[in-house]
């Protein structure tokens, strides 16, 4: 006997019932149907009607046409269980299963994949389900698809209780496939030509409904508009075409002889008005159908975005302490897209305001050239630089999603870096590649970043140094489960210099931190000179293995290892290594990490908090 407590929908009165006789889904489906039954609507005798009809209906569902269903409800008013003894009997099996395709849908291997996979047979016994879910997919592929002229010819399902077979009849008639026409655009403020060049299909092209959706979101991505609506221009359908039969279903089914089937309700010609036979009827329908053109017209319709947005963001690293971010951004400035970006960062080691003005070129979302500039204060630990920079960049993103970035940079520099001052102008083009994917950015399921840059100066040119930079990184993220999350990091970075006196600290490198090696301080490991100070690294190692362990909804337990220095020469003899247990919680406002790390390579053999707030990526 299988028993369960039906949970209360609003104001209704909870019944439990316990089920004899079946099991399984089965079982489960004659829970569902009564999970809706309100005793306390109902009179005594009325609720005993009613769990057996219900009860009937969820039998039906599955092939039990002939059950024989005794309950027995419980004392009180409104009763508070009901024992159900269920005599399923014979099972209705499958006969005759014939399924058709006429039209174009024929030849399309969406359709036939659809067929291919419904998982019932003659012989098997018969459950609705499948049914309703094929003539369900049918109907959306046709529409999907572009066959706008689709219709069931047939669409029965005939059932024999008596002979316990059943005789599912379903056949589509799709017509021919219609094709994308022309594209109007309306109530654009950016070129026209802009926004065709961004079009996943051709006029001519076989309609996909999926490609209007692709457009919808190329179009949102750009951030020029404020609302965008892409639809397909239908006509009328013909007026003498037949109309689709309208057959019933299980609530329309009529029982005769002991015979139950599917009816369409007939309609007979009304006295003294002309009578036309069917063939003649779907002749004329085939002539008009054949003379359109099976092409449909797409209509864009667009508005403006707002031209200024502002943003103010506030957060907090144990890295960097309380810090606040200030956007001011323009979508666009005039009819090419144009976009002009402004930013201010504050927090109490670093301040720095940058600017990044884009035009988007062929592709907008893809091509485009960028120019930058930037200003920054840094004073931490023994760093002191003022840094202005300039940049002109080419961007490309491929359809692999990795985005090539060409650049020249031009940066001045006024800093002390371990107690030596110096100020320098370097120029140095590069070159990057990167990659982003995730699922659910804000706390990803599964992810990974790639980036690997390379960078140039020479004083052929007119830069104060002579280098070759190389940096690169990759994070990966992946579940195991629903529970269980493995993040892993490692980072190198090179440079190759005779110079490296004159290399600005906003090119050398440090480890160390929240995002680096954990247990140490912010950007506290790398080469010192003769008296202690920091001096930065001409090569970086950094790696890092989290486990994450779900504890309960929101809340995560994590274990980590961190390793890694900036040194001044290849094959370093140590790294410095941290590790210790941390929380994450997934807020409203995104992961929030509280981390306790011990630093094994530390004189002090302390602990130390990493507090911060933001994804991974």
């Known amino acids: 006997m299988a028993a369960v407590c039906l949970g209360l929908t609003q104001g209704a009165i909870a019944i439990e019932a316990r089920i004899d006789g079946v099991e399984g889904n089965v079982a489960d489906n004659v829970r569902y149907y009564l999970d809706g039954l309100d005793t306390a609507l109902y ?19 599955h092939g039990y046409y002939e059950p024989r269903v005794t309950l027995r409800l419980a004392e009180g008013d409104p009763p508070e269980h009901v024992e159900l003894m269920i005599e399923p009997g014979p099972r209705v099996r499958i006969e005759v299963l014939d399924i058709r395709l006429d039209g174009d849908a024929a030849e399309d291997p969406r359709f036939r994949e659809a067929v291919a996979a419904f998982p019932l047979a003659v012989g098997d016994p018969l459950v609705h389900a499948p049914y309703d879910r094929l003539r369900s997919r049918l109907a959306n592929l046709s529409l999907e698809r572009g066959y706008f002229d689709w219709r069931f010819v047939d669409r029965r399902m005939e059932v024999r209780p008596h002979a316990e077979s059943a005789r599912l009849y379903l056949a589509l008639d799709s017509g021919p496939r219609h094709r994308f026409g022309d594209v109007t655009i309306e109530g654009s403020h950016i070129a026209e030509a802009r926004l065709r060049r961004m079009l996943p299909f051709s006029p001519g092209d076989p309609y996909l409904a999926g490609e209007l959706a692709r457009y919808n979101q190329r179009l949102g991505e750009t951030g020029w508009f404020g609302s965008i609506a892409v639809r397909p221009r239908l006509g009328e359908a013909a007026s003498l075409a037949l109309p689709a039969p ?60 707002d031209r200024h947005k502002f943003e103010i963001g506030l ?44 035009m988007p070129l062929a592709n907008p979302l893809r091509d485009s050239y960028r ?40 940066t001045y520099e006024d800093f002390t870096q371990g107690g030596e001052e110096a100020q320098v102008v370097i120029l140095y083009p590069g070159i990057s590649w990167s990659r982003t994917r995730t699922r659910n950015p804000t706390f990803p399921s599964w992810g990974d970043r790639q980036s690997l840059a390379f960078e140039v100066s020479d004083d052929i040119w007119g830069s104060d140094a002579d280098f070759l930079r190389m940096t690169g990184e990759t994070q990966w993220i992946r579940m195991f489960g629903d529970d269980t999350r493995f993040v892993t990091r490692l980072g190198l970075g090179a440079i190759e210099t005779d110079d490296f006196d004159k290399v600005p600290p906003s090119l050398r490198f440090f480890a160390g931190g929240d995002r680096s090696v954990r247990g140490y301080a912010y950007e506290s490991l790398a080469p010192r000179n003769e008296e202690g100070r920091l001096v930065g690294g001409q090569q970086l190692f950094t790696a890092s293995a989290e486990l994450q362990r779900r504890l309960t909804g929101a809340w995560w337990g994590a274990a980590f290892v961190d390793t890694g220095d900036a040194f001044a020469e290849w094959g370093p003899d140590a790294l410095n290594t941290g590790a210790g247990l941390g929380v994450r919680w997934v807020s409203p406002v995104g992961p929030i990490r509280f981390d306790v790390a011990h630093p094994f390579d530390d004189e002090d053999d302390s602990w130390r908090i990493h507090f911060a707030i933001g994804p991974e990526f």
């Open 315 to 358: 957060g907090y690293a144990t890295d960097v302490g309380p810090r606040t971010r200030f956007a001011w951004n323009q979508p666009w400035i005039n009819r090419y897209g144009h976009g002009l970006d402004h930013g201010l960062f504050l927090s109490a080691p670093e301040q720095r305001f940058t600017g990044t003005y884009t």
């Open 371 to 410: 120019f930058q500039y930037g200003f920054r204060h840094r004073d931490n630990e023994d760093t002191r630089s003022l840094e202005a920079t300039l940049e002109a960049a080419r961007r490309w993103e491929f359809e692999n999603r990795w985005v090539q970035t060409i650049y020249v940079r031009t």
């Open 246 to 305: 309208r057959l019933g279903f299980w609530n329309e089914l009529d029982v005769a002889d002991g015979q139950l089937a599917t009816q369409a309700p007939s309609a007979g010609p009304r006295p003294g008005e002309p009578r036309l036979s069917a063939l003649a009827l779907e002749g004329v329908s085939a002539l008009q159908r054949a003379e359109r053109r099976p092409e449909v017209p797409i209509d864009v319709s667009v508005t403006p975005a």
């Open 43 to 61: 009179s005594r005798s009325r609720v005993e009607s009613e769990v057996q009809r219900r009860t009937r209906e969820a039998l039906r569902v």
